[in-house]
């Protein structure tokens, strides 16, 4: 067995131990701190899994054609998975994480260790979009959204850097990829950038920050630069509770964040409206079906989906 083959094997057993723990103490469970919840969640709302046996699984992108696409960090390679759990490779790609459709209708990731942002076509190929700023290499691109303006928007903390690689950039960026190829730098402020989300009226995104377990905001600018940045929200969590990681938004305004024990939902406000608490820990969710009403919940070493009340905002399809 070869030194790479070992590490993953022991990673796979590491996580099916963690899923395992997890499901041991965790279920679902929705836990409400408003009445404006029961309004976006219904009370009697059924978690589905759809798949389990993968590795660490992050980046649903929900196609209408009726598959998700699922990346799973520890096998290293971008699924698309089936509503009845089946599951077909599309590519194998080292540490595979947060993907968004542009507006053409491409799939995008966040290829960690490839330390760059790279577009990919329906057979696997895929082409690399950016993995440089000012000459240096990205850490690791972890999540990705398109935004109003139809420029890609990333975070690049050094969460998945790897570790025979080394930083160049002193930083942890969010940056903007343009249709021509031209990367910019919007803030360098977050101790650890994670998932980010466009409001629907595109004024404003929220980024948050796994290390400081906090969503932050800032006010959007038409030629595509921030301003204003400030707290919108706070996580917080025991160690192994999980962070804020990837985000959602639906077209009211309302953001749904993965975090400790599940998805917290929040109003345009700030306010902490309550939890959907998962069986395991979720690290990223996505808009589906063709109402766009069901949340489509990457967790550990599986994929779950949550139908709601409300309607999801998904940028690619905003004019």
């Excluded at 942002?117 to 398109?146: C, M, Q, W």
């Excluded at 690049?156 to 930083?171: H, T």
Aim: charged residues 25%; contains cysteine.
């Amino acid at each position: 067995m070869t030194k790479q083959k070992l590490a993953i094997l022991l990673a796979l057993l590491f996580c099916v131990g963690c899923a395992l723990a997890q499901e041991g103490q965790r279920h679902f469970e929705l836990k409400a701190n408003s009445k404006k919840f029961w309004k976006l969640i219904p009370r009697g709302a059924r978690l589905e899994k759809i798949a389990g046996g993968m590795g660490f699984t992050e980046g649903p992108v929900w196609d209408p054609s009726g598959f998700i696409y699922v990346s799973d960090e520890v096998y290293n390679k971008i699924l698309r998975v089936y509503p009845d759990g089946h599951k077909e490779d599309v590519v194998s790609l080292g540490d595979p994480d947060g993907n968004t459709y542009d507006g053409e209708h491409r799939l995008i990731d966040c290829a960690s260790v490839l330390r760059a942002v790279i577009r990919i076509k329906r057979d696997g190929t895929f082409t690399v979009l950016a993995d440089h700023y000012e000459g240096k290499r990205f850490n690791s691109p972890n999540d990705v959204v398109t935004g109003p303006d139809g420029a890609i928007y990333f975070t690049d903390p050094i969460s998945d850097l790897p570790k025979d690689q080394k930083q160049e950039l002193d930083f942890k960026g969010v940056f903007r990829l343009d249709t021509n190829g031209e990367v910019r730098l919007l803030t360098k402020e977050l101790s650890e950038p994670n998932g980010l989300a466009f409001s629907p009226d595109g004024k404003n995104l929220y980024v948050d920050d796994s290390s400081q377990r906090n969503i932050r905001v800032y006010d959007f600018r038409a030629d595509g630069t921030l301003g204003n940045g400030r707290i919108f929200g706070e996580e917080p969590g025991a160690n192994g509770d999980g962070v804020p990681d990837g985000m959602r938004v639906d077209r009211a305004g309302n953001l749904f964040v993965t975090g400790p024990g599940g998805i917290w939902i929040w109003d345009p406000e700030g306010h902490h409206l309550g939890t959907v608490l998962l069986p395991e820990q979720p690290a990223n969710l996505a808009w589906g079906d063709t109402d766009w009403k069901t949340l489509y919940i990457t967790a550990t070493t599986a994929l779950y989906k949550l139908k709601t009340n409300t309607t999801g905002f998904v940028p690619y399809l905003a004019k």
